[in-house]
């Protein structure tokens, strides 16, 4: 189910008690939760509550939810300021640089072989390329391609410029065009070959 169908659904489902709608959200959105909750806070069991405290807070006050543009960010928004949140609560004073979050893994990219007609092993190879990424640039990378938030938007999240961010993306397509160069010739010259035409 797309984001766009899940935030309709859910919005509309003010009045009903929609336990599959329910378990469509948590397992669409939770991991992702976790994982960049855990670049704030390194105990998981604090993360999960605060990401199931975020998911139903979400499904009781879906009815009230027509403001929000992108679903993912504002849950993601959302993790991070209850997280902040979480850390001042505990005298926690943030003394390291944001930079500190960039430790989070966000998951690999998921990618389907039957819509782009490659073979397992060449996915393998398209995640180990992003895998190895400096931190900061797979997070912003991830954030980007995966999870499609805009460039405002991540850097907002991150409490970085977009400057930032652009220049992070350069180094991660430099980096990946590089290992798509070594491992498969063939799409990366085809691609040359269609820009210069």
Known sequence: MSESNIYQLLVNSHEKDDESLFKSIYLEYYPRLIVFSKG????????EDIVEDILMKLWDNRGSLTHIKN????????????????????NRILSQSIECSFDFDLGPITVSPEDTLISEERIE???TAIQSL?????????LIKEDELKYAEVAELLNISIKTIEAQMTIALKKLSL??????PELVSRTYKKKSI
């Open 71 to 90: 679903l993912k960010f504002y849950l993601y928004v959302s993790a991070k300021n209850a997280c902040l949140n979480y850390l001042a609560s505990k």
């Open 179 to 184: 290992a798509f160069e070594f491992e498969f």
């Open 125 to 127: 190879l398209i995640q």
């Open 40 to 47: 704030y806070i390194k105990q998981r069991e604090i993360c």
């Open 134 to 142: 400096p931190p900061k640039c797979k997070a912003i990378f991830i």
